[in-house]
């Protein structure tokens, strides 16, 4: 059994262009598919937040037409519900990236509000690159990865191929024209290797021990990615 860490959006919204504070958070299958997934392989899953908040759960994620009918939806509104460590994270800023085997980040827009400027986030995911350890991202999780260019130095994750929410997924969700910056523009300019695969299907890009998926559908081969890699 190996430990791994679920770093977690401790943001509630999301603020627009306009100023706008949208409802947001973490999106619920990217957390419950890598979390069934890790548990059901004997894995522990701890989860923490930017100052160890409770995270929210973005309501959208839990539409009925985004998770199969509302049969579905329920089921993974009970399951994340019934997840103690959600309900208990650890402060992001007092991991100890040696007491876990891997780290995975899920998505929804909640870390471009807060991981994508968040200090103790970067340097965590630029010491899991250099460690070795399995490092999964799903998403909007790679907003995260804006975190890692510190103190006018490149990104350690330039030149990598990642993946995350693309614009087209961005602009037929109807985010793209009222939000502050697209991600994938963003990561562009932060000099990874983007990979777009077709919207909305899932699509996983390896490059050493990063591991990245484009979307929410990507969240469980990813999560399978990672239990692969761990062996």
């Known amino acids: 059994m190996a430990k791994i860490l679920l770093v977690v959006t401790g943001s509630a919204v999301w603020t627009l262009a306009d100023g706008t504070a949208h409802p947001s958070g973490y999106w619920a299958e990217e957390v419950a598919a890598p979390y069934e997934a890790f548990t059901a392989a004997g894995h522990d899953v701890v989860v923490a937040t930017p100052g160890g908040v409770v995270p929210t759960m973005d309501p959208a994620s839990l539409a009925p037409e985004l998770n199969g009918g509302q049969e579905n939806a329920d089921a993974i509104a009970a399951a994340l519900d019934g997840v103690t460590a959600l309900k208990h994270p650890l402060a992001l800023e007092d991991v100890r990236l040696d007491d876990y085997a891997a780290v995975f980040y899920p998505g929804g827009h909640g870390p471009m509000e807060d991981l994508a400027v ?114």
């Open 118 to 231: 968040n200090a103790a986030s970067g340097d965590l995911l630029n010491a899991a690159l250099a460690s070795g350890r399995p490092l999964g991202i799903v998403c909007h999780g790679p907003a995260a990865l804006l975190a890692t260019a510190r103190d006018g130095a490149d990104s350690p994750f330039a030149g990598r191929r990642v993946t995350a929410f693309t614009n087209v997924e961005e602009t037929q969700s109807g985010f793209a024209d009222r939000a502050p910056w697209l991600l994938q523009d963003r990561l562009v300019a932060l000099g990874v290797d983007f990979q777009e695969g077709e919207a909305w299907a899932p699509y996983v890009v390896t490059d050493g021990n990063l591991h990245t998926g484009q979307n929410p559908a990507s969240a469980a081969p990813l999560a399978a990615e990672i239990v692969k890699a761990l062996g």
